[in-house]
């Protein structure tokens, strides 16, 4: 922080109080839209090269079935079903919320 007190604007001398506008890009959802898509094909980079490395033979068993896939794979698939689960649970969440702003904005009509 500086130490020098700051001054109001004096809007009589013709100063303003809001600074001036930056003269960058403004936020676009295209600008996002590309950026996440960038971003995607980085992790999807990554993934890739993860799998590609990790490709020594696990033995996978669940209850009664059994079998063999390479560790990436099986790493990659934990991965998507534990996604999977909490995409499940935020849309549930979303549902409830949702149900909960009806029954408030009934309430209030």
């Known amino acids: 922080m500086s130490s020098e007190p ?35 094909f980085l992790v999807l980079i990554v993934l890739l090269v993860f799998v590609t490395q990790n490709t020594g033979p696990v033995e996978l068993r669940f209850l009664a079935w059994q079998w063999s896939l390479p560790l990436g794979v099986a790493i990659l698939l ?3 079903c534990g996604g999977l689960v909490t995409a499940l649970a935020g849309t549930a969440r979303i549902f409830q919320l949702r149900r909960a702003a009806k ?6 009509r």
Do not use: N
Request: hydrophobic share 50%; proline share 11%; net charge positive.
């Open 6 to 40: 700051t001054v109001p604007a004096d809007p009589s001398r013709g100063e303003s109080a809001a600074p001036p506008e930056s003269a960058g890009m403004p936020f676009t959802r295209a600008g996002a839209l590309w950026s996440a898509l960038i971003a995607g």
């Open 78 to 80: 934990a991965a998507v």
């Open 103 to 108: 029954k408030t904005l009934a309430a209030r």
